[in-house]
């Protein structure tokens, strides 16, 4: 018979996972946002290709800062924080449809885009990892998937909307509205401020938490953010430059280009919600397959003839990049106490954000130097790298993390 603490915590765990699902639907409704509206942000800026990879870099910029105090806020006020920041996200959109209107002012909006999402990315990846650890199932990777569908359905949506000739503005208004209600979902079903352990106290069984991380804890920590680096490059390029490629590359209408990240959403999301099971039971064969996938997917990008084979390969480099990252973090978190995953959650996210940050902008500085489809081909290098590097590292920082 269970103890009479025993369904209260039943009930806590239940609302964790969809609270995290609701979260990761938020960022996904804002990014796919994002990758269809790119063209229409570069030209209402007056930007060229090498112009808006170099603004790109400004999401990192304005991320990394954010992300590296966001754990350590999370672990001190709780989960809810999660769902004003991703309000805070939505609200960023709408300054860039606003006063995005040359370089410089691209830039300062850019910028405070990063700061909000990099923030929202450490709270909602915190957010599923308390609830993976609680629920035993791989909440993380599905979590990633519920994002990858809301990134479908945004993108999809704001290229209609772009197509009926709707303002910038306008039309990125409606996507943080959208955010909003996701936002407020989310905040509702974590429920209250404490319900997850604080620092300090001892977890729902009752046992003494754990030492605190330590500086090799730390270390591992960082090379795995490393390796996640390598992961979130290659999936990053190709959603915020899939659109661009077929509006450059085959003269794509508005419409039709918003196909590209619609394409990369469908087949991550399918990718993430049917292979879930093997994050856990199986991560580093994952790992490995998924990268050499996404390398495959990415030649095949570089190389296509038309529409239809590029929507192919970024059909194929999204199945393979897609559960890299949330792979990753949740074989990395398993080791680490509850009261320590906001940290340890920020200190792989606020790494691997680099990769984020590196890829699209990698993209954008070799396609003004050489061309679009060579800079796709060093994407599929990028893919490469972490293929070689994800096992190693990935089993020597589980045992690092384990001492």
């Not at 800026?45 to 999401?59: K, N």
């Not at 990633?144 to 945004?154: D, E, I, M, P």
């Not at 200190?347 to 691997?352: F, G, L, M, V």
Request: contains cysteine; proline residues 5%.
């Amino acid at each position: 018979m269970p103890s009479p603490h025993a369904l209260p915590r039943r009930r806590a765990r239940s609302a964790l996972a969809p609270a995290a699902y609701a979260a990761f639907g938020a960022f996904g409704v804002f990014w796919g946002a994002w990758g269809a509206a790119l063209p229409a942000i570069r030209a209402q800026a007056g930007l060229s290709e090498g112009q808006l990879g170099t603004a790109l870099l400004f999401v990192g910029v304005g991320a990394l800062p954010a992300m590296s105090v966001t754990g350590r806020l999370l672990d001190r006020l709780g989960l809810r924080t999660t769902g004003v920041l991703l309000a805070l996200l939505g609200g960023a959109g709408v300054a860039v449809g606003l006063w995005a209107r040359d370089g410089v002012s691209a830039i300062a909006c850019i910028l405070v885009v990063g700061a909000a999402s990099g923030a929202a990315d450490v709270a909602i990846n915190t957010l599923a990892g308390h609830a993976e650890h609680h629920d035993g199932q791989p909440v993380l990777t599905r979590a990633h998937g519920a994002f990858s569908l809301a990134v479908v359905a945004s993108s999809l949506g704001t290229g209609a909307l772009l197509s009926r000739a709707l303002t910038l503005p306008v039309v990125l208004a409606v996507v943080a509205l959208a955010v909003v209600v996701l936002a407020g979902a989310a905040g509702i079903l974590t429920g209250p401020p404490r319900s997850v352990p604080a620092a300090g106290a001892a977890d729902s069984t009752g046992a003494v938490r754990p030492r605190a991380l330590g500086a090799r804890a730390v270390v591992a920590l960082v090379v795995l953010g490393s390796v996640g680096a390598l992961a979130l490059a290659t999936e990053n390029a190709h959603q915020s430059w899939g659109a661009v490629l077929l509006t450059d590359v085959f003269a794509a209408s508005p419409g039709m280009a918003a196909l590209a990240p619609a394409a990369f959403a469908g087949a991550a999301a399918l990718a993430r919600l049917t292979l879930a099971p093997l994050s856990r039971s199986h991560p580093v064969a994952l790992l490995l397959l998924g990268g050499t996938v996404a390398g495959g997917g990415s030649v095949l990008l570089a190389l296509a003839p038309g529409i239809p084979a590029a929507l192919a390969g970024l059909a194929i480099a999204a199945a393979g990049t897609a559960t890299l990252f949330p792979t990753l973090l949740s074989h990395s978190l398993r080791e680490v106490a509850p009261h320590q995953r906001g940290r340890a959650t920020s200190t792989i996210t606020a790494t691997a954000y680099l990769g984020f940050l590196l890829g699209p902008a990698y993209v954008g500085l070799v396609a003004g130097a050489v061309d679009l489809r060579a800079a796709i081909l060093g994407v599929a290098a990028v893919a490469l790298v972490f293929v070689a590097t994800a096992a190693p590292a990935s089993r020597w920082g589980r045992r690092t993390l384990d001492r």
